[in-house]
């Protein structure tokens, strides 16, 4: 039995071996020593879960900014700490008012979600409500972010209580111009020479500022953050969505809250890995902390992880944000593939394959048409990294990460490099 045991240990090892060196044939040839891929810094880690062994390494022990391949550790947080359901709001109510303390939920009052649990409450309620002010050591933005970008759509402020996502959305038609919510100042100007419309955020207020050729007659919706404030300013926002007085707790002494329950996790999850949403991503941080602690701190929910159920991490990254908007964010393809392996142990291959786009949907609608891979992509100047699962014409489940940093290609030349070298492996094995 110990002879047959032997053998068939050798028999895997030899395939194995087979396997890398094929790999590593095609990455030489057709990847790493090629355009547009020669001069960059790449890393790349193949793992096999069913038999424990990696297929190919190649400088996967190095450290890469990683993008937003950094959503796949927010991924895991959320998945471990939030349950079946996001937490909607902390509340508490007596015979005549009712207190209520934001968790970090970017649902409330986004238009991805007709669900709105916490809204109900306070619209039904006939009680005097009061805004409990929530811990939040987070700052608006994160480590690293780049300050000029506080008008992009992919940057909204981080906030207790979101509302709108934290955006306001310019819409134009014709010669007609509006926003939703319409809490602000819009100035809608006409320029023939521009070719769409333009849209831009006064860079300490809330003025917004929209463009638009009047020959140009397609509609068009444009989603700019806006300047959220501290809690007078939240509750001036809350005030004017519900059409109610709204006060402001000072000390709520042992009350005892209850935790209210807002949308399905998953629903949060799937588009924060098929259109990579940064604002989704951050607030699942801020959401695991305020239920962990009551208390939001994406700094300290990084530190409880790393020195919990990521300490056996291969490599300790450097991880400072939800959405990898920083490149202060380090971590190696092997640190992608250990956690990734641990999701795809924890949780049904079913529920994973839903939340990570595969080929034709999501970030990869342009990649991957055989849908063999279910994986997260990561674009930042001179950054490509797409890291997940990758099932193989044998039906072989491999955990794979692809990182690329200081390339000086297109974005589209790197990812079509990075799609043939894996193509490859889907075919023959």
Same mark, same amino acid.
């Given at each position: 039995?110990?002879?047959?045991?032997?053998?068939?240990?050798?028999?895997?090892?030899?395939?194995?071996?087979?396997?890398?060196?094929?790999?590593?044939?095609?990455?030489?040839?057709?990847?790493?020593?090629?355009?547009?891929?020669?001069?960059?810094?790449?890393?790349?880690?193949?793992?096999?879960?069913?038999?424990?062994?990696?297929?190919?390494?190649?400088?996967?022990?190095?450290?890469?900014?990683?993008?937003?391949?950094?959503?796949?550790?927010?991924?895991?947080?959320?998945?471990?700490?939030?349950?079946?359901?996001?937490?909607?709001?902390?509340?508490?109510?007596?015979?005549?008012?009712?207190?209520?303390?934001?968790?970090?939920?970017?649902?409330?009052?986004?238009?991805?979600?007709?669900?709105?649990?916490?809204?109900?409450?306070?619209?039904?309620?006939?009680?005097?409500?009061?805004?409990?002010?929530?811990?939040?050591?987070?700052?608006?933005?994160?480590?690293?972010?780049?300050?000029?970008?506080?008008?992009?759509?992919?940057?909204?402020?981080?906030?207790?209580?979101?509302?709108?996502?934290?955006?306001?959305?310019?819409?134009?038609?014709?010669?007609?111009?509006?926003?939703?919510?319409?809490?602000?100042?819009?100035?809608?100007?006409?320029?023939?020479?521009?070719?769409?419309?333009?849209?831009?955020?006064?860079?300490?207020?809330?003025?917004?500022?929209?463009?638009?050729?009047?020959?140009?007659?397609?509609?068009?919706?444009?989603?700019?953050?806006?300047?959220?404030?501290?809690?007078?300013?939240?509750?001036?926002?809350?005030?004017?969505?519900?059409?109610?007085?709204? *006060?402001?707790?000072?000390?709520? $002494?042992? %009350? #005892?809250? &209850?935790?209210? @329950?807002?949308?399905?996790?998953?629903? +949060?999850?799937?588009?924060?890995?098929?259109?990579?949403?940064?604002?989704?991503?951050?607030?699942?941080?801020?959401?695991?902390?305020?239920?962990?602690?009551?208390?939001?701190?994406?700094?300290?929910?990084?530190?409880?992880?790393?020195?919990?159920?990521?300490?056996?991490?291969?490599?300790?990254?450097?991880?400072?944000?939800?959405?990898?908007?920083?490149?202060?964010?380090?971590?190696?393809?092997?640190?992608?593939?250990?956690?990734?392996?641990?999701?795809?142990?924890?949780?049904?291959?079913?529920?994973?394959?839903?939340?990570?786009?595969?080929?034709?949907?999501?970030?990869?609608?342009?990649?991957?048409?055989?849908?063999?891979?279910?994986?997260?992509?990561?674009?930042?100047? *001179?950054?490509?990294?797409?890291? $997940?699962? %990758? #099932?193989? &014409?044998?039906? @072989?489940?491999?955990?794979?990460?692809? +990182?690329?940093?200081?390339?000086?290609?297109?974005?589209?030349?790197?990812?079509?490099?990075?799609?043939?070298?894996?193509?490859?492996?889907?075919?023959?094995?």
């Amino acid at each position: 039995m110990r002879f047959l045991l032997l053998l068939s240990a050798i028999g895997l090892s030899l395939q194995v071996s087979a396997q890398t060196a094929a790999i590593s044939k095609w990455a030489n040839h057709s990847l790493l020593h090629e355009k547009p891929l020669e001069q960059a810094h790449v890393g790349i880690s193949i793992y096999e879960p069913a038999t424990q062994k990696y297929w190919y390494q190649y400088q996967d022990d190095k450290f890469f900014t990683p993008a937003s391949n950094t959503k796949i550790f927010s991924l895991f947080t959320g998945m471990k700490l939030l349950g079946d359901s996001l937490p909607a709001a902390r509340y508490y109510e007596n015979d005549t008012a009712i207190f209520v303390k934001g968790v970090a939920d970017p649902s409330f009052l986004h238009p991805d979600y007709t669900f709105q649990p916490l809204l109900q409450l306070l619209q039904q309620t006939g009680k005097s409500i009061y805004l409990v002010p929530a811990v939040n050591l987070n700052k608006r933005y994160g480590p690293g972010w780049s300050w000029s970008d506080y008008a992009d759509d992919y940057q909204p402020e981080l906030t207790e209580w979101p509302m709108y996502g934290n955006v306001i959305r310019l819409y134009h038609h014709g010669d007609t111009s509006h926003m939703i919510p319409a809490l602000y100042d819009l100035e809608a100007t006409a320029d023939r020479t521009i070719s769409k419309v333009s849209t831009d955020r006064d860079e300490r207020n809330n003025l917004f500022f929209l463009k638009y050729n009047p020959d140009y007659k397609e509609a068009s919706l444009t989603e700019v953050p806006f300047i959220t404030g501290a809690e007078q300013q939240l509750r001036e926002r809350l005030q004017d969505t519900l059409h109610k007085r709204i *006060g402001l707790a000072v000390n709520t $002494g042992n %009350l #005892v809250f &209850k935790l209210l @329950k807002s949308i399905p996790a998953d629903s +949060l999850f799937r588009p924060m890995m098929h259109r990579s949403d940064n604002f989704f991503a951050e607030q699942t941080l801020m959401m695991a902390s305020a239920a962990m602690w009551d208390t939001i701190s994406s700094k300290k929910m990084i530190n409880w992880l790393l020195e919990g159920d990521l300490k056996a991490l291969p490599h300790p990254p450097q991880w400072v944000d939800g959405s990898g908007l920083s490149r202060y964010n380090l971590f190696t393809p092997r640190d992608f593939v250990s956690v990734l392996t641990m999701l795809y142990q924890q949780y049904p291959q079913e529920r994973l394959w839903e939340i990570f786009p595969t080929g034709g949907k999501g970030t990869l609608r342009n990649y991957y048409q055989q849908q063999f891979v279910h994986a997260k992509t990561g674009t930042l100047s *001179g950054v490509v990294a797409l890291s $997940g699962y %990758l #099932v193989t &014409k044998k039906n @072989k489940t491999l955990v794979f990460s692809v +990182l690329v940093n200081n390339h000086q290609d297109t974005t589209t030349n790197v990812r079509r490099a990075v799609e043939r070298f894996l193509t490859m492996v889907w075919k023959d094995y």
